[in-house]
């Protein structure tokens, strides 16, 4: 079985489907040429497998494939022969988010630094533990952050009064971030090195409680069951 990462928000706009191209190239970088693909769940904007063409065309490696998928089963049902399966949520899809979220190893849920973006965060995440989903696999990551140091860490401390996970760092608003992006590029494939560094650091906060010998046994049996 592959492991499964959900990355979901009750709203758009605060990072999904960057995040989830970020933890899908990660990855794909590791050694021993990890099988990962994305599920773009948001079928009506399906800004994932855009990102894929842009990806393809620009001929960046490593090749991330992406397929857009209606139904979550579909999705789950082609993890069986992969790696990884990460699952780029549609908003505003709560019995989507839920059917992800109890199959994921990890649900990552992105959310800016407002009170108007983290408020939905939490309550996601509590709605997600009142329904089953074990409170060790959700992570919260701060995503489009701000220059204000007081404001990311006031954030981060809101968070943390929670009992979930809150990634290491956080992933700051930057041009280079969206401009990676547009050239169909993670946000490790950017230009600047510590810009690249910030966003290799959430990732491995983000996969942390997968340890590294679980994941190679996942691995073998994933390929195995290929
Ligand atoms: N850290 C960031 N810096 C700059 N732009 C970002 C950053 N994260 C996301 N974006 C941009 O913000 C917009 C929304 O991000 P996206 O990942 O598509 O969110 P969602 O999938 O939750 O709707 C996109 O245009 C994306 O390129
Ligand atoms: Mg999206």
Request: glycine share 4%.
């Amino acid at each position: 079985m592959a492991y499964i990462i959900s990355v979901v928000a009750q709203k758009g706009g605060c990072g999904k489907s960057t995040v989830a191209r970020l933890v899908a190239a990660e990855f794909s970088r590791m050694p021993g040429n990890w099988d990962v693909k994305i599920a773009d769940m948001d079928v009506s904007q399906a800004t994932s497998f855009a990102w894929m063409q842009r990806r393809h065309k620009n001929k960046h490696t490593p090749e991330i494939r992406v397929e857009a998928y209606q139904r979550v089963e579909k999705a789950l049902a082609d993890a069986a022969s992969l790696d990884v399966m990460v699952l780029d949520g549609a908003p505003h899809a709560t019995a989507q988010t839920l059917e992800m979220s109890r199959a994921s190893d990890i649900v990552v849920i992105p959310t800016c630094t407002a009170k108007d973006d983290l408020d939905p965060a939490v309550n996601l995440a509590r709605e997600l533990k009142a329904k089953g989903v074990p409170v060790e696999k959700i992570v919260f990551v701060l995503s489009r952050t701000g220059d204000s140091d007081a404001e990311v860490a006031e954030a981060r401390d809101y968070l943390e009064r929670t009992n979930f996970r809150v990634a290491t760092g956080s992933l700051p608003e930057r041009t280079a971030f969206r401009r990676a992006s547009d050239l169909g590029m993670a946000m490790t494939e950017t230009a600047f090195p510590s810009l690249n560094e910030r966003a290799t650091s959430c990732f491995a906060s983000i996969v942390e409680t997968l340890q590294q010998p679980q994941a190679e046994t996942k691995k073998t049996k994933g390929k195995k069951a290929a």
